[in-house]
C-alpha cells in the first residue's frame, strides 16, 4: 500500500467476529441498514493528516506493540481491497473498482479504555496493520477470480502452529461483490460522525478526494485459541489468502510451518510481534 492511499476498514462483515472480539457493545446505538449488515467504516490510515491517523502504519514484517503493557492486541484476518475511487460531479463517491484484493492483517487494540471511535483501537504504531502479494482482480463478482479463494490465518509460538481465524471461502462474507461495493459507497457519502463511527466525506474532502483507497473489507470469525490470547512478543502471526482449487487448509498450514513465504496464486502476509521500544 503507497503511503498516499486512504486505509478505511468495515466492522461486522463476518457473523460473530465482533462478539468474539468484545466490541458489539460499541455498535449498540448504531442501526444498521437491514438485519446482518455491516456496522459502519473507519480509518485506519488518513495520509498527511495531523492526528494520530496520520501515522503510516503499515508494515508486512512486524507487528509492532505498544511500550503500554495493559493495552491487549488480537489479529484481525481479512481481506484487502485495492480500489480506483471515480467522484461525480459534486465531489461525491461515484463508484468504486477493485483492481487488487490480498490477505491484510488489521491487528487491533481491545481494551483502551480511552477510545472513543473504533479508530482509536487500529492505528496504534508504526506495525499495526500488513498485507501480502496483491492479486489482480478479474471482475469483483460472481464468476471471477474471488470465486475460488479463500481466508485462514495461523499463529506461531513456541515452537507450534495453531489455526487463528477460522478457514473460510470469500465469498462466505456478509456482503460481497456487488452489495459491499454499491453499500461501501453509500458509506463513503453518508456515515456520519456518530457513537464509534466518523464522518467520512468529510475524511475524503481533507484528503483531496484520492484515486485510491484500501478498504480491509471484515475480520473473519476466530477459534477459541485466537479468541481467547492476545498477541505476545516473540510470536508470529500468518494470513493466508490462497486458491482453494489448489490448495487446502491443511496444505497451506504444514507449508507455513515449513517457512514457506511465497507461494503461486496466493497472497501471504507473515508478522514478528515485537514490542515498540
Same mark, same amino acid.
Given at each position: 500500500?503507497?503511503?498516499?492511499?486512504?486505509? @478505511?476498514?468495515?466492522? =461486522?462483515?463476518?457473523?460473530?467476529?465482533?462478539? +468474539?472480539?468484545?466490541?458489539?457493545? /460499541?455498535?449498540?446505538?448504531?442501526?444498521?441498514?437491514?438485519?446482518?449488515?455491516?456496522?459502519?467504516?473507519?480509518?485506519?490510515?488518513?495520509?498527511?493528516?495531523?492526528? @494520530?491517523?496520520?501515522?503510516?502504519?503499515?508494515?508486512?514484517?512486524?507487528?509492532?506493540?505498544?511500550?503500554? *503493557?495493559?493495552?491487549?492486541?488480537?489479529?484481525?484476518?481479512?481481506?484487502?481491497?485495492?480500489?480506483?475511487?471515480?467522484?461525480?460531479?459534486?465531489?461525491?463517491?461515484?463508484?468504486?473498482?477493485?483492481?487488487?484484493?490480498?490477505?491484510?492483517?488489521?491487528?487491533?487494540?481491545?481494551?483502551?479504555?480511552?477510545?472513543?471511535?473504533?479508530?482509536?483501537?487500529?492505528? @496504534?504504531?508504526?506495525?499495526?496493520?500488513?498485507?501480502?502479494?496483491?492479486?489482480?482482480?478479474?471482475?469483483?463478482?460472481?464468476?471471477?477470480?474471488?470465486?475460488?479463494?479463500?481466508? *485462514?490465518?495461523?499463529?506461531? @509460538?513456541?515452537?507450534?502452529?495453531?489455526?487463528?481465524? /477460522?478457514?473460510? +471461502?470469500?465469498?462466505?462474507?456478509?456482503?460481497?461483490?456487488?452489495?459491499?461495493?454499491?453499500?461501501?459507497?453509500?458509506?463513503?457519502?453518508?456515515?456520519?460522525?456518530?457513537?464509534? &463511527?466518523?464522518?467520512?466525506?468529510?475524511?475524503?474532502?481533507?484528503?483531496? +478526494?484520492? *484515486?485510491?483507497?484500501?478498504?480491509?473489507? =471484515?475480520?473473519?470469525?476466530?477459534?477459541?485459541?485466537?479468541?481467547?490470547?492476545?498477541?505476545?512478543?516473540?510470536?508470529?502471526?500468518?494470513?493466508?489468502?490462497?486458491?482453494?482449487?489448489?490448495?487446502?487448509?491443511? +496444505?497451506?498450514?504444514? &507449508?507455513?510451518?515449513?517457512?514457506?513465504?511465497?507461494?503461486?496464486?496466493?497472497?501471504?502476509?507473515?508478522?514478528?510481534?515485537?514490542?515498540?521500544?
Amino acid at each position: 500500500m503507497q503511503e498516499e492511499f486512504l486505509g @478505511f476498514g468495515i466492522a =461486522g462483515n463476518f457473523a460473530n467476529h465482533l462478539e +468474539q472480539a468484545g466490541e458489539a457493545n /460499541d455498535f449498540k446505538e448504531v442501526i444498521s441498514d437491514e438485519e446482518g449488515a455491516p456496522k459502519g467504516i473507519f480509518p485506519f490510515y488518513i495520509p498527511k493528516d495531523n492526528t @494520530f491517523l496520520g501515522r503510516y502504519c503499515i508494515n508486512n514484517h512486524n507487528i509492532i506493540l505498544p511500550k503500554d *503493557t495493559f493495552l491487549n492486541a488480537q489479529a484481525e484476518p481479512e481481506i484487502g481491497l485495492e480500489c480506483t475511487v471515480v467522484y461525480g460531479t459534486n465531489g461525491e463517491v461515484h463508484s468504486l473498482i477493485p483492481q487488487f484484493f490480498m490477505a491484510f492483517d488489521d491487528t487491533s487494540i481491545r481494551n483502551d479504555a480511552n477510545a472513543t471511535k473504533i479508530s482509536q483501537k487500529k492505528n @496504534f504504531s508504526a506495525g499495526s496493520k500488513g498485507y501480502g502479494h496483491k492479486l489482480p482482480i478479474d471482475r469483483f463478482q460472481k464468476g471471477g477470480i474471488c470465486d475460488n479463494y479463500s481466508l *485462514t490465518s495461523f499463529l506461531l @509460538f513456541d515452537g507450534e502452529i495453531h489455526q487463528y481465524g /477460522d478457514d473460510i +471461502q470469500l465469498i462466505h462474507y456478509k456482503y460481497f461483490y456487488e452489495k459491499l461495493l454499491n453499500w461501501i459507497t453509500k458509506k463513503l457519502n453518508t456515515q456520519v460522525d456518530h457513537a464509534v &463511527l466518523e464522518n467520512l466525506s468529510n475524511i475524503i474532502r481533507r484528503t483531496n +478526494q484520492p *484515486t485510491k483507497i484500501l478498504i480491509a473489507i =471484515g475480520a473473519t470469525s476466530y477459534t477459541h485459541l485466537a479468541e481467547t490470547r492476545f498477541l505476545q512478543e516473540g510470536d508470529e502471526i500468518c494470513v493466508v489468502v490462497y486458491n482453494h482449487n489448489k490448495y487446502h487448509n491443511s +496444505q497451506i498450514r504444514s &507449508l507455513i510451518e515449513q517457512g514457506v513465504t511465497g507461494l503461486k496464486e496466493c497472497s501471504i502476509v507473515r508478522q514478528q510481534v515485537i514490542r515498540e521500544q
